[in-house]
Protein backbone atom coordinates (compact mmCIF):
# COMPACT_ATOMS: atom_id res chain seq x y z
CA UNK A 1 0.00 0.00 0.00
CA UNK A 2 1.12 3.36 -1.03
CA UNK A 3 1.99 6.09 2.03
CA UNK A 4 0.59 9.24 1.93
CA UNK A 5 2.70 12.06 1.66
CA UNK A 6 3.57 13.43 4.92
CA UNK A 7 3.73 17.41 5.47
CA UNK A 8 7.35 18.28 4.98
CA UNK A 9 9.74 15.15 3.67
CA UNK A 10 8.09 15.17 0.04
CA UNK A 11 7.64 18.33 -2.47
CA UNK A 12 5.86 17.37 -5.59
CA UNK A 13 5.63 19.48 -9.08
CA UNK A 14 3.82 19.13 -12.24
CA UNK A 15 5.01 20.52 -15.28
CA UNK A 16 1.67 20.88 -17.74
CA UNK A 17 3.39 21.39 -21.30
CA UNK A 18 1.67 21.80 -24.64
CA UNK A 19 3.71 18.18 -25.44
CA UNK A 20 4.41 16.97 -22.33
CA UNK A 21 3.03 16.51 -18.62
CA UNK A 22 6.17 15.91 -16.11
CA UNK A 23 5.70 15.18 -12.58
CA UNK A 24 8.51 14.84 -10.29
CA UNK A 25 8.57 13.97 -6.35
CA UNK A 26 11.34 15.13 -4.52
CA UNK A 27 12.28 13.70 -1.00
CA UNK A 28 14.02 16.25 1.39
CA UNK A 29 16.93 15.17 3.04
CA UNK A 30 17.21 16.14 6.57
CA UNK A 31 19.96 18.65 5.59
CA UNK A 32 17.91 19.92 2.89
CA UNK A 33 18.99 18.23 -0.26
CA UNK A 34 16.71 17.05 -2.63
CA UNK A 35 16.89 13.20 -3.74
CA UNK A 36 13.96 13.55 -6.41
CA UNK A 37 12.64 9.87 -6.20
CA UNK A 38 9.72 9.84 -8.56
CA UNK A 39 9.76 11.13 -11.92
CA UNK A 40 6.60 10.87 -14.49
CA UNK A 41 5.83 12.09 -17.66
CA UNK A 42 3.02 11.74 -20.53
CA UNK A 43 2.03 13.23 -24.17
CA UNK A 44 -0.25 16.24 -23.38
CA UNK A 45 -3.24 16.47 -25.80
CA UNK A 46 -5.70 18.87 -24.01
CA UNK A 47 -3.40 22.40 -24.05
CA UNK A 48 -2.54 24.61 -27.32
CA UNK A 49 -0.10 27.27 -26.60
CA UNK A 50 -0.11 26.79 -22.72
CA UNK A 51 -3.56 27.16 -22.37
CA UNK A 52 -5.90 24.28 -21.58
CA UNK A 53 -8.36 23.48 -23.76
CA UNK A 54 -9.70 20.59 -23.61
CA UNK A 55 -10.29 19.61 -19.78
CA UNK A 56 -10.53 16.07 -19.61
CA UNK A 57 -8.11 15.17 -21.30
CA UNK A 58 -5.44 17.60 -19.55
CA UNK A 59 -6.54 15.85 -16.70
CA UNK A 60 -6.37 12.29 -17.98
CA UNK A 61 -2.38 13.24 -18.93
CA UNK A 62 -1.95 14.70 -15.55
CA UNK A 63 -3.14 11.08 -13.97
CA UNK A 64 -1.15 9.29 -16.52
CA UNK A 65 1.95 10.82 -15.48
CA UNK A 66 1.01 11.51 -11.78
CA UNK A 67 0.37 7.88 -11.43
CA UNK A 68 3.91 6.96 -12.73
CA UNK A 69 5.80 9.19 -10.78
CA UNK A 70 3.67 8.22 -7.82
CA UNK A 71 4.25 4.23 -8.32
CA UNK A 72 8.07 5.30 -8.36
CA UNK A 73 8.33 6.68 -5.60
CA UNK A 74 5.94 5.13 -3.09
CA UNK A 75 4.29 7.54 -2.21
CA UNK A 76 0.68 10.01 -2.88
CA UNK A 77 1.16 12.87 -4.23
CA UNK A 78 -1.34 15.32 -2.07
CA UNK A 79 -0.31 19.08 -3.16
CA UNK A 80 1.86 20.08 -5.84
CA UNK A 81 4.15 23.24 -7.05
CA UNK A 82 2.48 23.88 -11.10
CA UNK A 83 3.92 25.95 -13.78
CA UNK A 84 2.09 28.54 -15.66
CA UNK A 85 2.79 29.81 -19.15
CA UNK A 86 0.49 30.67 -22.30
CA UNK A 87 0.56 33.81 -24.43
CA UNK A 88 -2.06 35.61 -22.34
CA UNK A 89 0.81 36.50 -20.07
CA UNK A 90 1.87 39.98 -19.64
CA UNK A 91 5.03 40.99 -17.68
CA UNK A 92 6.36 44.77 -16.74
CA UNK A 93 8.36 46.73 -14.54
CA UNK A 94 6.63 49.23 -11.93
CA UNK A 95 7.64 51.42 -9.13
CA UNK A 96 6.37 52.30 -6.48
CA UNK A 97 7.38 55.88 -3.77
CA UNK A 98 6.59 56.12 -0.37
CA UNK A 99 7.51 58.11 2.99
CA UNK A 100 9.56 55.95 5.40
CA UNK A 101 7.61 56.09 9.06
CA UNK A 102 10.53 56.35 11.21
CA UNK A 103 13.95 57.06 10.92
CA UNK A 104 14.63 53.28 9.63
CA UNK A 105 12.98 51.54 7.04
CA UNK A 106 10.92 48.29 8.53
CA UNK A 107 9.15 45.62 6.99
CA UNK A 108 6.30 47.86 7.11
CA UNK A 109 7.72 50.25 4.67
CA UNK A 110 8.90 47.51 2.63
CA UNK A 111 5.38 46.13 2.42
CA UNK A 112 3.83 49.49 1.68
CA UNK A 113 6.51 50.24 -0.90
CA UNK A 114 5.85 47.25 -3.04
CA UNK A 115 1.75 47.60 -2.48
CA UNK A 116 2.43 51.37 -3.83
CA UNK A 117 4.40 49.65 -6.82
CA UNK A 118 1.60 47.31 -7.13
CA UNK A 119 -1.04 50.07 -7.45
CA UNK A 120 -1.35 50.08 -11.28
CA UNK A 121 -4.45 49.12 -13.51
CA UNK A 122 -5.00 45.96 -14.90
CA UNK A 123 -7.90 45.02 -16.65
CA UNK A 124 -10.54 43.21 -14.84
CA UNK A 125 -10.36 39.51 -16.63
CA UNK A 126 -6.46 39.79 -15.35
CA UNK A 127 -4.67 39.17 -12.16
CA UNK A 128 -0.99 39.72 -10.91
CA UNK A 129 0.17 36.42 -10.76
CA UNK A 130 3.80 37.41 -9.64
CA UNK A 131 5.62 40.89 -7.92
CA UNK A 132 9.09 40.51 -8.10
CA UNK A 133 11.26 42.93 -6.34
CA UNK A 134 14.30 44.18 -8.13
CA UNK A 135 15.91 47.00 -6.14
CA UNK A 136 15.22 49.46 -3.43
CA UNK A 137 16.77 53.14 -3.50
CA UNK A 138 16.66 55.31 -0.06
CA UNK A 139 16.36 59.25 -0.38
CA UNK A 140 17.33 58.86 -4.55
CA UNK A 141 20.96 57.40 -3.47
CA UNK A 142 22.75 53.85 -4.44
CA UNK A 143 20.43 51.14 -5.85
CA UNK A 144 20.04 48.17 -2.90
CA UNK A 145 18.87 44.74 -3.21
CA UNK A 146 17.66 45.12 0.32
CA UNK A 147 17.11 48.10 2.15
CA UNK A 148 15.81 47.18 5.56
CA UNK A 149 17.29 48.82 8.65
CA UNK A 150 18.80 51.96 5.72
CA UNK A 151 18.24 55.65 7.49
CA UNK A 152 16.01 57.87 5.68
CA UNK A 153 13.03 59.70 4.64
CA UNK A 154 12.11 58.27 1.29
CA UNK A 155 11.68 54.24 -0.01
CA UNK A 156 11.34 54.00 -3.35
CA UNK A 157 10.99 50.21 -4.49
CA UNK A 158 11.74 48.67 -8.41
CA UNK A 159 9.26 45.21 -9.10
CA UNK A 160 8.39 43.07 -12.05
CA UNK A 161 4.82 42.25 -12.45
CA UNK A 162 3.76 39.29 -14.26
CA UNK A 163 0.03 39.48 -15.04
CA UNK A 164 -1.99 36.67 -16.73
CA UNK A 165 -5.66 35.98 -17.75
CA UNK A 166 -7.90 34.85 -14.58
CA UNK A 167 -9.42 32.46 -16.57
CA UNK A 168 -6.41 30.62 -17.95
CA UNK A 169 -5.09 30.54 -14.08
CA UNK A 170 -7.77 28.90 -13.47
CA UNK A 171 -8.16 26.31 -15.85
CA UNK A 172 -4.64 25.15 -15.20
CA UNK A 173 -5.75 25.20 -11.34
CA UNK A 174 -8.56 22.83 -11.81
CA UNK A 175 -7.30 20.44 -14.16
CA UNK A 176 -4.44 19.79 -11.31
CA UNK A 177 -7.29 19.13 -8.87
CA UNK A 178 -9.39 17.00 -11.08
CA UNK A 179 -6.82 14.73 -11.08
CA UNK A 180 -6.57 14.76 -7.45
CA UNK A 181 -3.79 17.04 -6.13
CA UNK A 182 -3.72 20.59 -4.13
CA UNK A 183 -2.19 23.27 -5.95
CA UNK A 184 -0.21 24.75 -3.39
CA UNK A 185 1.39 27.85 -5.97
CA UNK A 186 1.28 28.24 -9.60
CA UNK A 187 4.48 30.02 -11.50
CA UNK A 188 5.53 31.44 -14.15
CA UNK A 189 7.79 28.47 -16.20
CA UNK A 190 10.53 30.68 -17.21
CA UNK A 191 11.26 31.31 -14.02
CA UNK A 192 11.00 27.90 -13.06
CA UNK A 193 13.52 27.12 -15.78
CA UNK A 194 16.19 30.03 -15.27
CA UNK A 195 16.20 28.31 -11.34
CA UNK A 196 16.86 25.06 -12.87
CA UNK A 197 19.62 25.84 -15.68
CA UNK A 198 21.30 29.37 -14.78
CA UNK A 199 24.53 29.51 -12.74
CA UNK A 200 24.04 31.86 -9.80
CA UNK A 201 27.40 33.89 -11.53
CA UNK A 202 25.02 34.11 -14.80
CA UNK A 203 22.15 34.88 -12.45
CA UNK A 204 23.92 38.39 -11.08
CA UNK A 205 26.45 39.19 -14.09
CA UNK A 206 23.30 39.68 -15.99
CA UNK A 207 21.98 36.44 -18.64
CA UNK A 208 19.16 35.74 -21.02
CA UNK A 209 16.97 32.69 -20.90
CA UNK A 210 14.90 31.38 -23.35
CA UNK A 211 12.71 28.23 -22.81
CA UNK A 212 11.39 27.07 -26.44
CA UNK A 213 8.84 24.50 -25.55
CA UNK A 214 6.34 23.16 -27.77
CA UNK A 215 3.50 25.97 -28.20
CA UNK A 216 5.44 28.87 -26.77
CA UNK A 217 9.18 30.42 -25.93
CA UNK A 218 9.14 31.80 -22.74
CA UNK A 219 11.86 34.88 -22.23
CA UNK A 220 13.38 36.24 -19.36
CA UNK A 221 16.51 38.44 -18.22
CA UNK A 222 18.02 38.28 -14.95
CA UNK A 223 20.78 40.53 -13.33
CA UNK A 224 22.15 41.40 -9.51
CA UNK A 225 20.44 37.49 -9.29
CA UNK A 226 16.99 39.38 -9.79
CA UNK A 227 14.43 39.14 -12.64
CA UNK A 228 14.61 42.01 -15.10
CA UNK A 229 12.74 41.07 -18.15
CA UNK A 230 10.08 38.19 -18.72
CA UNK A 231 7.47 37.86 -22.31
CA UNK A 232 5.93 34.70 -23.63
CA UNK A 233 5.99 34.43 -27.37
CA UNK A 234 3.79 32.50 -28.81
CA UNK A 235 5.96 30.46 -31.05
CA UNK A 236 7.90 27.02 -30.37
CA UNK A 237 8.66 23.95 -31.62
CA UNK A 238 4.91 22.31 -32.72
CA UNK A 239 5.07 25.61 -35.50
CA UNK A 240 8.96 23.79 -36.52
CA UNK A 241 6.47 20.60 -37.40
CA UNK A 242 3.87 22.01 -38.41
CA UNK A 243 5.71 23.64 -41.51
CA UNK A 244 7.38 20.87 -42.44
CA UNK A 245 4.03 18.74 -42.25
CA UNK A 246 2.82 21.65 -44.53
CA UNK A 247 5.75 21.45 -46.69
CA UNK A 248 6.53 18.10 -47.25
CA UNK A 249 3.11 16.93 -47.34
CA UNK A 250 3.40 14.70 -44.26
CA UNK A 251 1.29 13.65 -41.25
CA UNK A 252 1.84 15.78 -38.28
CA UNK A 253 3.84 12.46 -36.59
CA UNK A 254 6.48 12.01 -39.15
CA UNK A 255 6.89 15.38 -39.46
CA UNK A 256 7.46 15.61 -35.78
CA UNK A 257 9.95 12.22 -36.16
CA UNK A 258 11.93 13.55 -38.94
CA UNK A 259 12.26 16.85 -36.90
CA UNK A 260 14.08 15.49 -34.04
CA UNK A 261 15.88 13.02 -35.88
CA UNK A 262 17.36 15.03 -39.04
CA UNK A 263 16.17 18.57 -38.50
CA UNK A 264 18.89 21.68 -38.85
CA UNK A 265 18.97 25.53 -39.08
CA UNK A 266 21.93 26.55 -40.22
CA UNK A 267 23.79 24.55 -43.42
CA UNK A 268 26.68 23.42 -41.41
CA UNK A 269 24.60 21.16 -39.35
CA UNK A 270 22.89 19.62 -42.06
CA UNK A 271 26.88 19.65 -43.39
CA UNK A 272 27.64 17.47 -40.00
CA UNK A 273 24.52 15.48 -40.40
CA UNK A 274 26.25 13.96 -43.16
CA UNK A 275 23.14 12.64 -44.53
CA UNK A 276 21.39 13.64 -48.28
CA UNK A 277 18.12 12.15 -48.14
CA UNK A 278 15.91 9.41 -46.05
CA UNK A 279 12.77 7.66 -46.32
CA UNK A 280 9.26 8.76 -44.48
CA UNK A 281 6.39 5.86 -43.63
CA UNK A 282 3.08 7.83 -44.25
CA UNK A 283 0.22 6.55 -42.50
CA UNK A 284 -2.01 3.46 -43.38
CA UNK A 285 0.25 1.56 -46.01
CA UNK A 286 0.54 4.72 -48.32
CA UNK A 287 3.72 3.62 -48.34
CA UNK A 288 6.51 5.71 -47.88
CA UNK A 289 8.01 8.97 -49.73
CA UNK A 290 11.42 10.36 -50.07
CA UNK A 291 12.44 13.70 -48.18
CA UNK A 292 15.89 15.28 -49.33
CA UNK A 293 17.57 16.43 -45.94
CA UNK A 294 18.10 19.59 -47.50
CA UNK A 295 14.38 20.72 -47.91
CA UNK A 296 14.49 20.26 -44.23
CA UNK A 297 17.30 22.73 -43.74
CA UNK A 298 15.37 25.33 -46.18
CA UNK A 299 12.06 25.19 -44.17
CA UNK A 300 13.05 24.84 -40.38
CA UNK A 301 15.37 28.00 -40.77
CA UNK A 302 12.88 31.07 -41.67
CA UNK A 303 11.06 29.41 -38.90
CA UNK A 304 14.17 29.80 -36.45
CA UNK A 305 14.95 33.28 -38.26
CA UNK A 306 11.60 34.26 -37.30
CA UNK A 307 11.41 33.14 -33.69
CA UNK A 308 14.77 34.94 -33.16
CA UNK A 309 13.73 38.27 -34.79
CA UNK A 310 10.56 39.09 -32.15
CA UNK A 311 13.42 37.85 -29.75
CA UNK A 312 15.77 40.14 -31.27
CA UNK A 313 13.77 43.31 -31.80
CA UNK A 314 12.62 42.91 -27.93
CA UNK A 315 15.81 43.28 -26.88
CA UNK A 316 16.29 46.70 -29.09
CA UNK A 317 12.67 48.15 -28.72
CA UNK A 318 13.90 47.70 -24.50
CA UNK A 319 17.18 48.20 -24.39
CA UNK A 320 17.97 44.67 -23.23
CA UNK A 321 21.25 43.93 -24.16
CA UNK A 322 23.10 45.57 -21.67
CA UNK A 323 21.47 43.31 -19.10
CA UNK A 324 23.01 40.20 -20.72
CA UNK A 325 26.98 40.40 -20.64
CA UNK A 326 27.23 36.42 -20.16
CA UNK A 327 25.31 35.90 -22.89
CA UNK A 328 21.81 33.95 -23.54
CA UNK A 329 20.61 30.08 -22.21
CA UNK A 330 18.36 28.51 -24.85
CA UNK A 331 16.59 25.37 -23.09
CA UNK A 332 12.89 23.62 -23.26
CA UNK A 333 12.80 20.47 -26.04
CA UNK A 334 13.18 23.17 -29.07
CA UNK A 335 16.34 23.76 -28.29
CA UNK A 336 17.53 20.59 -29.35
CA UNK A 337 16.93 21.37 -33.07
CA UNK A 338 20.35 21.08 -34.55
CA UNK A 339 22.65 24.03 -35.60
CA UNK A 340 20.16 26.58 -33.65
CA UNK A 341 22.86 27.41 -30.84
CA UNK A 342 25.01 28.61 -33.67
CA UNK A 343 21.83 30.60 -35.41
CA UNK A 344 21.46 32.28 -32.48
CA UNK A 345 24.55 33.23 -31.66
CA UNK A 346 24.87 34.88 -35.32
CA UNK A 347 21.51 36.44 -34.47
CA UNK A 348 22.16 38.12 -31.26
CA UNK A 349 25.99 38.15 -30.91
CA UNK A 350 26.80 37.14 -27.95
CA UNK A 351 27.55 33.90 -26.16
CA UNK A 352 24.81 31.10 -26.27
CA UNK A 353 25.04 27.82 -24.62
CA UNK A 354 22.03 24.78 -23.92
CA UNK A 355 20.92 24.48 -20.60
CA UNK A 356 20.00 21.56 -18.48
CA UNK A 357 18.99 21.16 -15.03
CA UNK A 358 22.16 21.72 -12.92
CA UNK A 359 22.12 20.64 -9.36
CA UNK A 360 19.96 23.10 -7.59
CA UNK A 361 19.67 22.15 -3.74
CA UNK A 362 22.75 22.02 -3.15
CA UNK A 363 25.80 24.47 -3.20
CA UNK A 364 28.73 23.95 -5.23
CA UNK A 365 27.33 20.39 -6.66
CA UNK A 366 27.33 20.98 -10.25
CA UNK A 367 24.62 17.94 -12.43
CA UNK A 368 25.95 15.31 -10.34
CA UNK A 369 23.06 15.27 -8.29
CA UNK A 370 20.15 15.30 -11.40
CA UNK A 371 18.78 12.48 -12.62
CA UNK A 372 20.70 10.89 -15.97
CA UNK A 373 16.85 10.81 -16.91
CA UNK A 374 16.28 14.65 -16.50
CA UNK A 375 20.17 16.33 -17.59
CA UNK A 376 18.17 17.44 -20.71
CA UNK A 377 16.42 20.76 -21.47
CA UNK A 378 12.79 18.85 -21.93
CA UNK A 379 13.26 18.86 -17.98
CA UNK A 380 14.15 22.46 -17.15
CA UNK A 381 10.94 23.74 -16.66
CA UNK A 382 9.96 20.63 -14.20
CA UNK A 383 13.21 20.64 -12.46
CA UNK A 384 12.89 24.32 -11.34
CA UNK A 385 9.57 23.93 -10.14
CA UNK A 386 10.86 21.35 -7.54
CA UNK A 387 13.28 24.05 -6.56
CA UNK A 388 10.26 26.39 -6.29
CA UNK A 389 8.38 24.17 -4.32
CA UNK A 390 11.32 23.57 -1.12
CA UNK A 391 11.39 27.50 -1.09
CA UNK A 392 7.33 26.76 -0.03
CA UNK A 393 8.35 23.77 1.80
CA UNK A 394 10.18 25.97 4.17
CA UNK A 395 7.61 28.84 4.30
CA UNK A 396 4.23 27.80 3.86
CA UNK A 397 3.83 23.97 3.59
CA UNK A 398 1.66 24.57 6.97
CA UNK A 399 -0.06 26.98 5.60
CA UNK A 400 -4.16 26.25 4.88
CA UNK A 401 -6.80 28.53 4.89
CA UNK A 402 -10.59 28.47 4.18
CA UNK A 403 -9.88 31.58 0.86
CA UNK A 404 -11.28 30.37 -2.42
CA UNK A 405 -8.32 28.38 -4.21
CA UNK A 406 -7.52 30.70 -6.96
CA UNK A 407 -7.74 33.64 -4.46
CA UNK A 408 -5.39 31.33 -1.42
CA UNK A 409 -2.92 30.65 -4.47
CA UNK A 410 -2.49 33.93 -5.46
CA UNK A 411 -2.55 35.40 -2.43
CA UNK A 412 0.58 32.43 -1.57
CA UNK A 413 2.79 33.77 -4.49
CA UNK A 414 2.35 37.17 -3.32
CA UNK A 415 3.92 36.47 -0.18
CA UNK A 416 7.00 34.57 -2.20
CA UNK A 417 8.41 38.56 -2.65
CA UNK A 418 9.62 37.74 0.88
CA UNK A 419 11.60 34.90 0.08
CA UNK A 420 13.29 37.45 -2.71
CA UNK A 421 14.14 40.06 -0.35
N1 LIG B 1 15.76 16.42 -30.59
C1 LIG B 1 14.90 17.39 -30.85
N2 LIG B 1 15.10 18.21 -31.91
C2 LIG B 1 14.23 19.20 -32.19
N3 LIG B 1 13.12 19.47 -31.47
C3 LIG B 1 12.88 18.67 -30.41
C4 LIG B 1 13.74 17.61 -30.03
N4 LIG B 1 13.23 17.01 -28.93
C5 LIG B 1 12.09 17.68 -28.64
N5 LIG B 1 11.88 18.66 -29.52
C6 LIG B 1 10.75 19.59 -29.57
O1 LIG B 1 10.59 20.21 -28.32
C7 LIG B 1 9.21 20.57 -28.14
C8 LIG B 1 8.78 20.13 -26.77
O2 LIG B 1 9.57 20.76 -25.82
P1 LIG B 1 9.12 20.85 -24.30
O3 LIG B 1 8.89 19.50 -23.77
O4 LIG B 1 10.09 21.74 -23.62
O5 LIG B 1 7.69 21.57 -24.50
P2 LIG B 1 6.45 21.66 -23.50
O6 LIG B 1 6.96 22.01 -22.15
O7 LIG B 1 5.61 20.45 -23.63
O8 LIG B 1 5.64 22.87 -24.14
P3 LIG B 1 5.40 24.38 -23.62
O9 LIG B 1 6.48 24.70 -22.65
O10 LIG B 1 5.43 25.24 -24.84
O11 LIG B 1 4.03 24.37 -23.02
C9 LIG B 1 8.42 19.86 -29.24
O12 LIG B 1 8.05 20.80 -30.22
C10 LIG B 1 9.44 18.86 -29.78
O13 LIG B 1 9.25 18.62 -31.15
MG1 LIG C 1 7.51 23.76 -21.20
Known amino acids: MMNTMPLTDYIAAIDIGTTKICVLIGHVQPHGAVEIVGIGRYPSYGLKKGIVVNMSATVESIKRALKEAQAQAGIT ?51 ILHVLPQYFRVDGQEYVQDSLGMHGVRLEAHVHIVTGAIS ?59 IRYSKVFPVAGNHFTNDLAIGLGIPIAQAEEIKKSFGCVTEQAYKDLGMVRTNVALDHDVGTKEIEIYSLYEILQPRAEEIFSFVHEEIIANRLMLLMPSGFVLTGGGSLLRGLRQLVQQTLQVPVRIGSPRYYFMPGDDQNGVPEILRSPLYATAYGLLAFGLKDNKTFWHNSSEAPLLSRVLQRMKTWIYDFL
Open 77 to 127: VQKAIVGIAGSHIKSFNSTGVVGISRPDVTQYDIDRVIEAAKAIPIPQDRE
Open 168 to 226: SAQNIIKAVELAGVEVLDIVLEQLASAQAVLTPSEQELGVGILDIGGGTSDFAIYKDGR
